[in-house]
């Protein structure tokens, strides 16, 4: 079975329809994702609607503040998470697709197990909130204690920088990795990425193809520049959550 596995699509609509394009291309039998539906982005609702029809998403936290009062936002986030809310309460004159859609927002789990494997937004120790960045291999009671709670395989979202960390306390970048990993007898954390909001340099979005063992890191192009124009066209968003989309940080 082919499983595409995508994270942090933050109501980016354009980037989303790109990589489901591309997921179509490849055969997959099936979509995740690791949260963060909304957030950032100008088409939330759209977003969630897609974000439907997946296997399975587990909550991220951008998704809970859109249901909840934001906690450890900077200022520009915050507004947009105010902004998305209003969206989802009140931008949709169709009472039942409103209520549809947080209703989905409210069911997510925190965390989904499959055969060992564990699906989380931020980490096994903290699902919701904590990240784990590259650099974090300097800190290896972190490490030690994530790997801990983990059986085999852990794939997460949330720094919306793709990589592998392994149990031995290293990160390999794709790049590094010729864009493929293999699964095996070593403990791996695998962040797949971003769909909606890149910060790796690349404004492409990033997510995976889990087939069988084998973990392949896929960019893919999409129109940042309609993104963008959206972006800068709602007042409660920031312009820089914008520009940033360029740039891919």
């Known amino acids: 079975?082919?499983?595409?596995?995508?994270?942090d699509i933050h109501g980016n609509l354009e980037a989303l329809q790109a990589v489901l394009a591309d997921i179509r291309s490849n055969?997959?039998?099936?979509?995740?994702?690791?949260?963060?539906?909304?957030g950032y982005?100008?088409?939330?609702?759209?977003?969630i609607d897609i974000a439907s029809s997946f296997r399975f998403t587990v909550l991220g936290n951008h998704d809970q503040g859109a249901l909840f009062d934001p906690e450890?936002?900077?200022?520009?986030?915050?507004?947009?998470?105010?902004?998305?809310?209003?969206?989802?309460?009140s931008g949709d004159p169709?009472?039942?697709?409103?209520?549809?859609?947080l209703r989905f927002l409210c069911e997510l789990p925190r965390s989904f197990r499959d055969n060992g494997t564990l699906f989380v937004h931020g980490?096994?120790?903290?699902?919701?909130?904590?990240?784990?960045f590259p650099e974090d291999i300097y800190n290896a009671r972190k490490i030690e204690k994530i790997f801990g709670l983990i059986a085999s395989c852990c794939f997460q979202g949330h720094t919306h920088v793709p990589g592998v960390f392994t149990q031995d306390g290293r990160f390999f970048s794709p790049t590094e990795l010729g864009h493929q990993f293999v699964l095996g007898n070593q403990k791996a954390m695998v962040n797949v990425g971003s769909v909606g909001q890149p910060r790796d340099g690349d404004y492409r979005s990033s997510y995976v193809i889990l087939d069988g063992p084998r973990v392949h890191f896929r960019r893919v192009d999409y129109p940042v520049e309609v993104t963008v124009r959206k972006i800068h066209a709602i007042s409660e968003l920031d312009n820089f959550l914008g520009d940033r989309l360029r740039e891919g940080r």
């Open 27 to 38: 055969d997959v039998d099936e979509v995740v994702c690791l949260g963060d539906i909304v």
């Open 123 to 132: 980490s096994a120790r903290n699902p919701l909130n904590e990240y784990v």
């Open 72 to 89: 450890g936002f900077s200022s520009g986030a915050e507004r947009a998470i105010f902004w998305t809310r209003k969206q989802l309460e």
């Open 41 to 47: 982005g100008p088409n939330p609702a759209e977003c």
């Open 94 to 101: 169709d009472v039942e697709s409103t209520r549809r859609r």
């Open 1 to 7: 079975m082919k499983r595409a596995i995508l994270s």
